[in-house]
């Protein structure tokens, strides 16, 4: 058996092993981000005009432009507010959850994501559904007026997207502070919005989203997005004082592959389109989001057969059945979209 945890090269849509090629189905690339070359030329651009990194703090007396700017950038992009952005997206939910905990009881969704935890893993794991209806009953019923929700968008690996309508059933005179991580929708769902152009705005709600910009956007960093009040507060925090930025270079292209994100988007949806036409009704999927679940145990193994490498492993504990799920990207090729499914109809 080759040994797929010792890999020496990128992620692509091919991956070379022992001599052999295998197809790569896997990852959270969506976008193919990290082998696009106009985006990697627009990196080593940013490189060339800022260096390679910027270890100092975002409260320097001297400061880069860029990060301001791409600040700015993000807010209008997804259509927020404002927005702030840090290293990574575990910095970017550990400072915002942390900071806005102290406003009100803080009560979490199913399968919400560690970054976001204050402490340990919250011990509940229902549906979504039955936990926005328990939520609902709970505030509308209870004493406190400010509650602070945090969720993530979908659940990525069954896959789900969640709805979050259900905050309008919350009583008007009760303050919501709804906190959302779209790390696996940022760039892809909803035309590359994200869920924040599906998040209900009413005066006693304040949206805030927070995103790993590693995934679909191919940047290492985090973002968080919500209202000039929410970001001021954030940015006022010890955790965003004494932490580095982002590369500056990786924020450049950022910046400038807005037209980038978009071909590959319609890319991704092409490969979407050509995929899903093939599926029969036992697979698991989301119209919107390029992960699919095909229910067989031993499909990953079937496929491996045919050099077709695909994501599998036991969930959500180590001694669950294995997962198995296949991921399309923008990097992949109609060809490769088509050797697929002569493998699964095999």
């Known amino acids: 058996m080759p040994d797929f945890?010792?890999?020496?090269q990128p992620f692509s849509n091919t991956i070379n092993i022992d001599g052999n090629s295998y197809l790569y189905f896997g990852g959270t690339a969506y976008l193919g981000i990290p082998q696009n070359q106009d985006?990697?030329?627009?990196?080593?651009?940013g490189i060339k005009k800022f260096g390679l990194n910027?270890?100092?703090?975002?409260?320097?007396?001297?400061?880069?432009?860029?990060?301001?700017?791409?600040?700015?950038?993000?807010?209008?992009?997804?259509?927020?507010?404002?927005?702030l952005i840090t290293s990574s997206g575990y910095l970017a939910a550990q400072l915002m959850v942390k900071a806005l905990s102290v406003s009100g009881k803080v009560i979490y969704a199913p399968a919400?994501?560690?970054?976001?935890?204050?402490t340990d893993q919250p011990a509940h794991q229902q549906a979504f559904n039955d936990w926005k209806k328990e939520t609902v009953s709970l505030i509308n019923a209870a004493e406190e007026k400010t509650w602070v929700l945090v969720s993530n968008s979908m659940n990525n690996l069954i896959p789900e997207i969640y709805d979050f309508d259900f905050v309008k059933e919350i009583r008007s005179d009760?303050?919501?502070?709804?906190?959302?991580?779209?790390?696996?929708?940022?760039?892809?769902?909803?035309?590359?919005?994200?869920?924040?152009?599906?998040?209900?705005?009413?005066e006693n709600i304040e949206n805030v989203v927070v995103a790993s910009m590693a995934k679909a956007l191919g940047v290492d960093a985090g973002i968080v997005l919500a209202s000039s009040k929410i970001i001021d507060k954030l940015k006022s925090t010890n955790t965003f004082i004494g932490a580095s930025p982002p590369s500056p270079a990786a924020l450049y292209a950022f910046i400038h592959a807005e037209d980038i994100y978009n071909k590959a988007l319609n890319k991704l949806k092409n490969n979407m389109a050509v995929f899903e036409k093939a599926l029969n009704l036992t697979w698991e999927f989301e119209w919107d989001f390029p992960v699919y679940l095909p229910g067989e145990a031993n499909f990953s193994q079937r496929l491996l057969q045919k050099q077709i490498l695909i994501s599998s492993f036991p969930y959500p504990n180590p001694t669950d059945e294995i997962?198995?799920?296949?991921?399309?990207?923008?990097?992949?090729e109609k060809e490769d979209i088509e050797k697929l499914i002569a493998a699964i109809n095999f």
Do not use: C
């Open 5 to 8: 945890k010792s890999i020496n």
């Open 323 to 332: 997962l198995n799920r296949i991921v399309l990207s923008a990097w992949h």
């Open 54 to 83: 910027n270890g100092t703090s975002r409260t320097n007396n001297i400061q880069l432009g860029i990060y301001d700017e791409a600040e700015r950038v993000a807010a209008v992009r997804y259509g927020a507010e404002a927005a």
């Open 39 to 45: 985006f990697i030329n627009l990196y080593i651009e």
């Open 174 to 202: 009760k303050n919501i502070i709804l906190v959302v991580d779209d790390s696996h929708g940022i760039g892809v769902n909803n035309n590359g919005m994200g869920v924040i152009v599906n998040l209900s705005k009413q």
């Open 112 to 118: 919400t994501h560690p970054a976001l935890w204050l």
